[in-house]
């Protein structure tokens, strides 16, 4: 029985996170018949809190569970968090060097600290080791210092580091194919990576989807909906500029509905009273209260800032479960060419709350529009973004699969 180690700072347990890449992956290794062990760390990234689960919860799991000890952090980021991921690092090492070795390690990027260490390890000792790119660091820390010649001065270090990350893995898994090019360039040990995106248990979307929903909606509404973190990386200030601009011309029945919390959740919902946007915030939603609302909504919005290095992202795969037609004011080429292959949605010029303007009144005023594009986005779900099919590329690299496309 093949022996798989997959190790994560970022793993979610089922009453953590309803929807989770590696939650799903641990389930389909060991459907497969491979022995798996989880080492993840003890603190939990979502809440910043220390984990405190007993030994019979986590030997309830049918693959083994190791909690790491890390120190911790308040914000995402900080010093804090770097030395966090430098300590747990380290004591994933260790405790690495005392297990038996596995056949696989699959490790997860971010964090650098962790994949920089076992790579080495794994590269000395003989061990195949697979790499998935969730996040791609340091570009995702640019925001910080939108300067382009003095963030690169800054964050070079941390650029060469990953480089060496990527050059030392046999197989590359990423969550888009913007990803796998930035990895592959760096690696002579494989001939190409693997676009896995993050996706969905689609069966399990549907699941909620299609229960009773008992949510009130007037008929003559429509309700635009944005989905995720209330961060640094959303520009929901232009999605609100935008509706504020079709109200005062044209069309007093929409409702913007924002659902999800973060750091910039008590501007946003400042922002949205101040243009007298009709907006309803309802902060962090259960997995199927968030299933039956989005579900309830006619359009949704993708607002990603410019300077965000985000490719595909969960609200993308949330999104095409639901069947909503996207209005896109992300950057990225590659979420922009699947709206347009599969005319799911219209893409905008970036920063223009004009054009965001006139392409959400495009939808509005077309009911049509909405159907077609929903069941396009619906088919897009199912044909990328449906974990249960997708995920098995990843089995077939475990398994070391030679059929593999």
Not at 24 to 35: C, D, P
Not at 108 to 124: F, H
Not at 270 to 299: H, Q, S, W
Request: glycine share 4%; hydrophobic share 35%.
């Amino acid at each position: 029985m093949k022996d798989i180690l997959l190790i994560t700072n970022y793993w979610h347990f089922e009453d953590e996170k309803a929807s989770s890449r590696y939650f799903t992956l641990a389930r389909m290794i060991v459907e497969a018949g491979m022995k798996l062990e989880v080492v993840t760390s003890s603190f939990y990234h979502g809440t910043k809190r220390h984990r405190n689960y007993s030994k019979q919860v986590l030997a309830s799991y049918p693959y083994k569970i190791t909690l790491i000890s890390e120190p911790g952090y308040s914000k995402n980021t900080s010093l804090k968090r770097l030395f966090s991921q430098w300590v747990f690092g380290r004591k994933v090492l260790k405790y690495v060097k005392k297990r038996q070795k596995p056949d696989v390690i699959y490790c997860v990027v971010p964090s650098m600290e962790v994949s920089d260490l076992i790579t080495r390890y794994a590269n000395k000792n003989h061990i195949k080791v697979v790499l998935d790119i969730q996040d791609l660091w340091p570009e995702a820390f640019r925001m910080i210092v939108p300067i382009p010649f003095l963030s690169n001065i800054l964050f070079y270090p941390f650029k060469r580091k990953v480089d060496g990350i990527y050059s030392r893995a046999d197989e590359i898994v990423a969550v888009s194919q913007t990803y796998v090019k930035r990895a592959i360039r760096y690696n002579s040990r494989c001939l190409r990576g693997h676009c896995v995106y993050l996706g969905l248990e689609l069966d399990k979307f549907d699941l909620y989807m299609n229960k009773p929903n008992k949510i009130e909606k007037k008929e003559n509404e429509i309700w635009i909906v944005y989905l995720g973190t209330l961060g640094y990386s959303y520009d929901l200030i232009s999605v609100i500029d935008a509706i504020s601009l079709i109200q005062n011309t044209s069309h007093s029945n929409i409702v913007f509905q924002v659902i999800g919390d973060g750091p910039r959740g008590r501007e946003f919902k400042r922002y949205a009273k101040r243009k007298g946007v009709r907006a309803v915030f309802t902060g962090k939603l259960n997995y199927p209260e968030m299933v039956k609302r989005l579900c309830r909504c006619d359009i949704a919005v993708n607002p990603i800032d410019r300077n965000s290095a985000a490719s595909i992202i969960n609200k993308h795969g949330d999104y095409a479960a639901a069947g909503l037609p996207v209005i896109n004011t992300q950057r990225s080429l590659e979420y922009r060419r699947l709206l347009e292959s599969y005319n799911a949605g219209l893409n905008c010029k970036l920063g223009d709350t004009k054009d965001l303007a006139d392409n959400l009144l495009l939808l509005i005023n077309s009911k049509e529009a909405r159907l077609i594009m929903g069941r396009n986005s619906r088919s897009l779900a199912e044909d990328k973004f449906n974990r249960n099919e997708t995920y098995k590329r990843i089995i077939d690299i475990l398994q070391d699969n030679k059929d593999l496309k």
